[in-house]
């Protein structure tokens, strides 16, 4: 994460932010069962990807029943809903838990919480990005889902 201190983050373009910028190591742990892993820590990911996809992933699922989350380096979590509970599969790892949904959801809300707060606060430029600019000051992402229908870009 150091070296992406030396860019103006405000002026990087968003997709590059989300996918190769804010790189930390990223735990999943579900009771006794480490989700992502990678030589005994947690697996390093980027920040914005895993806190912003990985919420759509949590309302995909409640919505449709199943929900997969693209892991950027390498590997997959697929959720899989049952009842009230979430079955992950985590082909990075290879290992799969059981945990209940509203767990699930809040954790990953606090998770999402956590990162905006966090670069926020080390990134302030981040706050003037065109796209991200507005989720970092605590507002909702752009809806592409409009830009793609033919209406202006989200930025």
Not at 30 to 35: A, F, T
């Amino acid at each position: 994460m150091e070296s992406d201190r030396k860019y103006d983050v405000g002026s990087v373009e968003s997709a590059i932010l989300s996918e190769t910028f804010f790189e930390m190591p990223v735990r999943l742990r579900v009771g006794e069962v480490e989700l992502l892993e990678w030589q005994g820590r947690g697996y390093p990911l980027p920040l914005l990807h895993m806190a912003t996809l990985g919420l759509d992933s949590m309302q995909e699922l409640r919505r449709s029943g199943s929900a997969n989350l693209m892991l950027p380096t390498d590997g997959d979590l697929f959720f899989e809903l049952s009842g009230e509970d979430v079955v992950i599969h985590s082909t990075q790892t290879d290992r799969i838990a059981q945990a209940k949904y509203d767990e699930l959801l809040h954790a990953w809300e606090e998770f999402t919480a956590r990162v905006r707060e966090f670069l926020s606060k080390e990134f302030p430029t981040l706050e003037t990005q065109p796209y991200w600019g507005q989720w970092v000051k605590g507002g909702d992402l752009p809806d592409w889902g409009q830009w793609v229908k033919g209406r202006d870009p989200p930025y």
